[in-house]
């Protein structure tokens, strides 16, 4: 069986180093190069930066959970918070695109969406108690040529 690691860190934005350090371990462990990596610590970024910001109302910050979960191919990075949930609507963020627009004409707080789906191989988002998010990276994922 391969390793998992939690962390259960409190939603503010100076504990997110953290979280960014513990990826980098983990991931160079596991082969990944360092683009990946990189690509990997700004998805989990805006996936924290995002528990901060939204999840829990009033100023009191929760607790945010980060577990790391090692595949034989892949590695899943769930941030989860128990604050307050959102309609999280995958209909209208696959079928929006930027292109040729000014960005201006985004949707302020919509852009960290866009960055994870950019830059992993796939997010799931799951609203049912809480926010959870789940960034996958799968190893030595070449690009292919258009």
């Known amino acids: 069986m391969k390793p998992w690691i939690s962390l259960t860190i409190p939603a503010q934005a100076d504990y ?4 960014r350090l513990t990826l980098s371990g983990l991931a160079a462990k596991e082969g990944f190069s360092y683009e990946e990596i990189e690509d990997m ?22 607790m945010m959970e980060i577990v790391f ?12 918070d128990s604050g307050s949930s959102f309609q999280y609507e995958p209909l209208a963020i696959a079928g929006a695109s930027l292109h040729h627009k000014p960005l201006s004409d985004a949707n302020v707080g919509g852009l960290g969406l866009f960055l994870m789906q950019a ?18 990276k799968r190893l030595g994922r070449k690009e292919e040529m258009a």
């Open 119 to 136: 830059l992993m191989d796939q997010v799931e988002i799951r609203s049912e108690m809480g926010t959870e998010v789940i960034l996958t």
């Open 69 to 80: 979960e090692v595949q034989q191919d892949s590695l899943h990075i769930r941030v989860k």
């Open 16 to 19: 997110i180093d953290i979280v």
């Open 41 to 62: 610590k700004v998805a989990v970024t805006e996936a924290c930066t995002n528990v901060v910001l939204h999840a829990y109302d009033g100023g009191t910050h929760g």
